[in-house]
């Protein structure tokens, strides 16, 4: 299965890690993330970063 990846998706990819950890931590309702906040999710989950 291949997943399509959004402009969003690439966007964060291109961030630091401070950057991406923030946009999760600054999300206003993480039981709801927006597009942006659930690629920042996935990228801090690639990069094995700790939150």
Known sequence: ????????????????????????????DPEHPTPREEAALQVIEARNLDL
């Open 1 to 28: 299965m291949t997943v399509e990846r959004t402009r969003t998706d690439q966007d964060v990819d291109v961030l630091s890690d401070a950057d991406v950890l923030a946009i999760w931590l600054e999300a206003a």
